[in-house]
């Protein structure tokens, strides 16, 4: 079983509908979740950060941690064709004392049509 | 400014060539990353700078050698690669609070590599 499972879409959508992207983990010493942005043939930009259970808000996007169920969640609002993108979950454990690894989901691929 | 820079943007070699790949990132950050990705999958770490010392390394091919001149420079040198390891080559730097926690790493815009 891989540590962070995500399913890998492609996932269509039309314009302004809402997304919501989603990523399960099995090692229950995560604690820190990231989602990441990534443009075909760039680099992956660190949209969300969360530490820990709860939601965070940034503009048209929610991030949303549940530890007890091992699932964290994207949320997109008003969906733009600019969105299209794919969307890589990451995590990390503290294990103290060590640079932390991420590991990622293998990412979702997003289209939003105009 | 969360910016990471590397060049080239794209690298072409032969298998007998020797080139590098260079990373540059002015955000006072300790902790410097290399990552692989190929295609339609998620970055693959290769290696980790931790103030400066090779911290974490993948049991990545010895034809792959990093270098961290200083806490700003990332350098990946390559030699006698082979066809499979074209990819995108990824640098990404965190201010690696060692022991507090999270590593938010941001990423550079890639060096996509060919090898012929």
């Known amino acids: 079983q891989k540590e962070v499972e995500q399913d890998p879409g492609p996932l269509s959508v039309p314009e302004g509908a809402i997304v919501s992207l989603n990523c399960t983990y099995s090692n229950s010493a995560f604690q820190y979740f990231m989602w990441y942005r990534q443009y075909s043939r760039k680099g992956p930009e660190l949209l969300m950060y969360?530490?820990?259970?709860g939601n965070k808000e940034d503009g048209r996007f929610t991030a949303q941690v549940d530890k007890s169920s091992k699932y964290i969640s994207l949320f997109i609002r008003d969906s733009q064709p600019s969105d299209s993108a794919t969307y890589l979950c990451?995590?990390?454990?503290?294990?103290?004392?060590?640079?932390?690894?991420?590991?990622f989901g293998t990412g979702t691929l997003l289209a939003v049509q105009p | 400014d969360t910016e990471v820079t590397q060049t080239p943007k794209h690298l072409v070699m032969g298998m007998t060539n020797k080139k590098s790949l260079k990373c540059e990132q002015h955000?006072?950050?300790?902790?410097m990353y290399w990552y692989k990705q190929k295609a339609k999958k998620p970055p693959e770490l290769m290696f980790v700078?931790?103030?400066?010392?090779?911290?974490i390394n993948e049991s990545v091919p010895s034809r792959f050698s990093p270098e961290c001149p200083n806490s700003s420079l990332l350098n990946l040198h390559l030699h006698a690669l082979q066809p499979e390891d074209s990819a995108l080559y990824l640098c990404?730097?965190?201010?690696?609070?060692?022991?507090?926690?999270?590593?938010?790493?941001?990423f550079g815009p890639g060096t996509r590599l060919t090898v012929l």
């Open positions: 969360t530490y820990s259970s």
């Open positions: 700078y931790s103030y400066e010392k090779l911290s």
């Open positions: 990404a730097s965190s201010q690696d609070l060692s022991g507090r926690g999270a590593d938010t790493q941001y």
């Open positions: 990451a995590m990390s454990a503290n294990y103290g004392g060590a640079t932390n690894k991420l590991i």
């Open positions: 955000m006072g950050h300790r902790a």
